[in-house]
């Protein structure tokens, strides 16, 4: 245990993604549990404050821009100003260490890579990358050499949704009152996008058994993505993308879904948070980086049939996510809504 219980400021860094911010949790209550009357001081990017507003485990959200040339210097020299005894990245980067050793806090903790070592007084082991690790277990195994085992027993993820996200939720999805079908087609690559004729085909099934309402959320990015979703739907949908939905509405909307469909992507792990039954889909990445435990959960893959030695990321032409069909995630997605999975199936 590097961190001591008596420790009376602490500083997490935040990863920058979204589903990694969710994902660690499990340092987040790590921290509280094993320092309960510290502050705690959670430094994320500003994007990501609507996901995590609510949050129990932290005193404090403060914005972390580590822009330009100097912003590392410059965002250190801000958070030494309440004189933080510890500093725990999570971020892997250079940067974020650079930014921890201008606060001058006498811990500064995170893994050893990128040549960043001799920033930190203690480097821990970075994970083994010739084989799938979820991102959980090492923010687990990260949590355990901060705060010690006994303070790291549930690895659970959690987010709250604010009165603020449910008005924004309800501004987006109206009066109707039909249940919400969660649709994720987007993600940071091509590759990892089960087809929008796919999607639709799905959620046209789906309306017509079970009377389920499609919403279609993603990042602004992906405006036009969604939008061919939505035509390409022949039931009425709502188009959260178009109608501007911020952020932190997400937890709210999946919060009342009774089924979310998605790639490999952020708010993957947003619905699991929110308790959302999930049908998650993966092509060429492998679903071992990405495990979430204690979720309801069916995971369809490119390739079911890939030896367990091999990696689903080294194998992009066998493992293509094209190969999973309407049928299969249909069959899966009903059922899920008329059985109930035991989690993580």
Same mark, same amino acid.
């Given at each position: ?6 420790? !009376? ?23 509280? +549990? ?18 995590? +507003? ?61 040549? *960043? /070592? ?7 082991? @970075? ?12 923010? *687990? ?6 705060? &010690? ?8 993820? =959690? ?5 603020? @996200? ?7 999805? /109206? ?15 091509? @590759? ?15 309306? !017509? ?11 602004? &990015?992906?405006? /036009? ?8 739907? *022949? ?27 998605? +790639? ?43 030896? =367990? =030695? ?6 992009? +032409?066998?493992?293509?996510? !094209?190969?999973?069909?309407?049928? @299969? ?17």
């Amino acid at each position: 245990m590097i961190i001591p219980r008596n420790i !009376e400021r602490l500083l997490i860094v935040a990863p920058s993604w979204i589903g990694d911010a969710v994902m660690a949790n499990v340092m987040y209550r790590a921290a509280r +549990n094993s320092c309960p009357d510290a502050q705690i001081c959670l430094a994320s990017r500003p994007y990501l404050h609507p996901l995590l +507003n609510g949050l129990p485990w932290f005193d404090r959200l403060e914005a972390l821009d580590m822009g330009g040339l100097l912003g590392p210097v410059r965002a250190g020299r801000s958070f030494a100003q309440d004189r933080p005894d510890a500093v725990i990245l999570l971020p892997g980067s250079f940067r974020s260490a650079m930014m921890a050793w201008w606060t001058r806090a006498s811990l500064r903790i995170g893994t050893n890579r990128d040549g *960043r /070592g001799m920033l930190l007084t203690d480097a821990l082991p @970075d994970a083994d990358r010739s084989r799938p690790v979820s991102a959980i277990e090492q923010y *687990r195994r990260l949590a355990e050499a901060c705060f &010690g085992k006994d303070a790291v027993q549930d690895a659970s993820l =959690e987010l709250v949704a604010t009165p603020d @996200d449910d008005a924004e939720a309800d501004r987006v999805l /109206g009066t109707d009152q039909a249940p919400p079908l969660l649709l994720v087609p987007g993600a940071n690559r091509e @590759d990892k996008r089960w087809p929008v004729e796919h999607f639709a085909a799905v959620a046209d099934a789906l309306h !017509e058994s079970h009377g389920l309402r499609p919403v279609i959320t993603g990042s602004p &990015g992906e405006a /036009g993505l969604a939008a061919t979703l939505a035509r390409t739907t *022949r039931c009425d949908v709502v188009d959260a993308v178009d109608a501007g939905m911020k952020l932190g509405a997400l937890k709210s909307v999946a919060g009342r879904a009774r089924l979310a469909i998605v +790639n490999d992507t952020g708010p993957r792990h947003v619905a699991a948070a929110m308790g959302t039954p999930l049908i998650s889909l993966f092509g060429p990445t492998d679903h071992r980086w990405a495990h979430l435990p204690g979720i309801q959960e069916h995971r369809l893959l490119g390739e079911p049939f890939l030896p =367990e =030695e091999a990696m689903a990321d080294r194998h992009p +032409n066998l493992c293509s996510i !094209e190969r999973i069909t309407v049928a @299969d995630v249909t069959a899966a997605a009903r059922a899920l809504l008329d059985d109930g999975p035991s989690p993580g199936n």
